[in-house]
């Protein structure tokens, strides 16, 4: 039986997509066990799937940021199946209502003998409102659970004295009323600074997750029903290899862009905001390249103690300039995700044609040295940090933007 891996890599593409919903009954408990509704009633209910990216530090000019992005789906609605719950032909017929139901799409492939290899959630929310229209179709318009944590406030929490922020974010994380969307994981931030106090933090809470991540050097990750806060510091091995022009069974279609540079978010010097804390680059190189005017940060709900080390740890993570590029490829349902570490194979063209390979070549026969020609020529042995995936699920093909590690 094959593996995904080579499936993936195949030409010949039998694509696996699957649609459940989970309703809430009058009691506004979910059910138990999940509905597949994309084949509901031997009907292909499913007109367009749509498309899902996860992302961090994806924004021009803007460092620590993440997102999890809606899904909109098309589906034939020729019979009323996704009408308001008070139609008697709706799936939501006694139940509670369409709004706030579990959603989710599972992706894989089937092999030659139809066996199903690979299959995973790659997106899971909630449902924000269905449009039905005459055309016979309904739209859905999905949420991920991220837009959870944007619905509740720090202050019904009621936290007071210091905490760490892993402290924090378990008071968060670890609640029912988060617990039956988002399952609860410890979080290992990279740099777990202790907060003063807790009482005075504002905001909902994603934008105080947001914040703490943004001090601890870490990324939250909603994916799929999966949660995990995590350093934004990679190490490892590379989870997949891309293969460009000039590979053999080349899975890199398209570069979109390529910024070999990567000058967009480099931060040489770093400005802990009314104190005397700072943390600046040591290479002259670098400061006369980027400049040296700062980067301030507010840490007055910092402990004392832990400044220096946030302030040090964000110079190392953005001190150097890391190129970013973007290219189009297989649909690789969740071999890759963000902050995975891959390799890039692109070895151009060579020139001349006629070049010389060991042992086809006779002295005096005019083959000479080629050598490597174009813009983009990339060994396999660079290796970079995933930072956004762009799947689309209806064109079975994902984009994948990369940022160089250094």
């Known amino acids: 039986m094959p593996t995904i891996t080579e499936l993936i890599r195949s030409n010949l593409q039998r694509p696996v997509r699957k649609l459940y919903i989970k309703r809430r009954d009058t009691d506004d408990v979910f059910e138990t066990d999940w509905l597949r509704v994309d084949h509901y009633k031997l009907t292909n209910r499913v007109v367009n799937w749509g498309s899902v990216t996860m992302s961090i530090d994806d924004y021009e000019g803007r460092i620590g940021s993440f997102n999890c992005s809606n899904l909109t789906l098309t589906v034939k609605n020729d019979d009323g199946l996704f009408n308001v719950e008070t139609d008697d032909r709706s799936l939501w017929y006694e139940w509670l209502n369409r709004k706030f139901t579990k959603i989710k799409v599972d992706v894989g492939y089937k092999d030659s003998d139809d066996n199903e290899i690979g299959v995973e959630t790659i997106f899971e929310g909630i449902i924000n409102k269905v449009k039905i229209n005459d055309a016979q179709t309904a739209t859905i318009e999905c949420l991920s659970y991220q837009t959870i944590l944007q619905k509740y406030d720090i202050s019904d929490l009621s936290m007071t004295g210091s905490k760490t922020i892993n402290a924090i974010l378990t008071e968060i994380m670890n609640q029912t009323k988060i617990t039956k969307f988002i399952p609860y994981v410890a979080p290992d931030v990279d740099v777990n600074a202790t907060i003063t106090d807790t009482a005075l933090i504002k905001g909902t809470y994603w934008s105080v997750m947001k914040d703490l991540a943004f001090k601890s050097n870490s990324v939250p990750l909603v994916y799929g029903s999966s949660f995990e806060m995590v350093s934004r510091t990679v190490t490892g091995a590379a989870v997949w290899e891309f293969k460009g022009k000039g590979s053999a ?158």
Do not use: C, H
């Not at 070049?355 to 290796?383: C, E, Y």
């Open 249 to 406: 069974n080349s899975d890199i279609f398209k570069i979109n862009f390529y910024d070999d540079e990567g000058a967009d978010r480099v931060r040489v010097y770093w400005l802990v905001e009314g104190t005397a804390i700072s943390a600046i680059s040591s290479d002259a190189t670098l400061l006369k390249k980027y400049l040296n005017e700062p980067e301030t940060i507010n840490l007055d709900d910092v402990d004392a103690g832990d400044r220096q080390t946030v302030a040090d740890t964000l110079l190392a993570e953005w001190e150097n300039p890391k190129p970013v590029f973007e290219f189009t490829t297989r649909f690789l349902v969740n071999q890759v995700k963000p902050l995975d570490i891959v390799s890039t194979t692109i070895e151009g063209e060579v020139t001349p044609s006629n070049t010389f390979v060991w042992g086809a070549w006779t002295w005096g026969d005019g083959s000479v040295w080629g050598k490597r020609v174009g813009a983009i020529n990339i060994t396999s042995a660079t290796l970079w940090k995933v930072l956004n995936i762009s799947k689309d699920i209806n064109s079975w093909s994902n984009k994948v933007k990369l940022e160089y590690i250094n």
